[in-house]
């Protein structure tokens, strides 16, 4: 199977959140639209330093991550990002990767989402046994 992207758009949680209570306007909350990576292999959301910057979100860890040819990076881990693709949201944490890196889609979101790698298509697509809502399990 050949690489997937997606178009996602990338939302500072915080900023939706001080629009929702009035301090700021809904005009004000800092959006960036990112064709991603979708990368099963990795865990979490990765973006780069660029889409931190331009998103302002607050470094609140550090963690140390395996790269795709084997070297142990320190990440900075930011909160309070929301990723949309279709109708569907993941909000949390993503890692910071240096420069103008690729961002990737890792596993967790794309759970939290409920949304799956259409292998034939080589597209990320909405679970089509649930398209209306996205279902967790529990168990």
């Given at each position: 199977?050949?690489?997937?992207?997606?178009?996602?758009e990338?939302?500072?949680?915080?900023?939706?959140?001080?629009?929702?209570?009035?301090?700021?306007?809904?005009?004000?909350?800092?959006?960036?639209?990112?064709?991603?990576?979708?990368?099963?292999?990795?865990?979490?959301?990765?973006?780069?330093?660029?889409?931190?910057?331009?998103?302002?979100?607050?470094?609140?860890?550090?963690?140390?991550?395996?790269?795709?040819?084997?070297?142990?990076?320190?990440?900075?881990?930011?909160?309070?990002?929301?990723?949309?693709?279709?109708?569907?949201?993941?909000?949390?944490?993503?890692?910071?990767?240096?420069?103008?890196?690729?961002?990737l889609?890792?596993?967790?979101?794309?759970?939290?989402?409920?949304v799956?790698?259409?292998?034939?298509?080589?597209?990320?697509?909405v679970?089509?046994?649930?398209?209306?809502?996205?279902?967790?399990?529990?168990?």
């Open positions: 199977m050949g690489m997937v992207y997606a178009d996602v990338l939302i500072n949680g915080l900023d939706e959140e001080f629009a929702r209570r009035h301090i700021i306007g809904e005009d004000e909350v800092k959006r960036f639209p990112v064709n991603i990576l979708v990368d099963s292999g990795s865990y979490m959301l990765a973006i780069n330093e660029h889409i931190q910057e331009y998103l302002q979100l607050p470094v609140v860890d550090t963690k140390k991550a395996q790269t795709a040819d084997n070297r142990i990076i320190n990440c900075d881990v930011v909160a309070h990002i929301v990723l949309l693709f279709q109708n569907r949201r993941f909000t949390g944490s993503a890692m910071v990767l240096p420069g103008d890196a690729e961002p889609l890792g596993t967790i979101p794309l759970e939290e989402m409920d799956l790698i259409h292998p034939l298509k080589q597209e990320l697509i679970n089509p046994e649930h398209p209306l809502y996205a279902q967790l399990k529990l168990k």
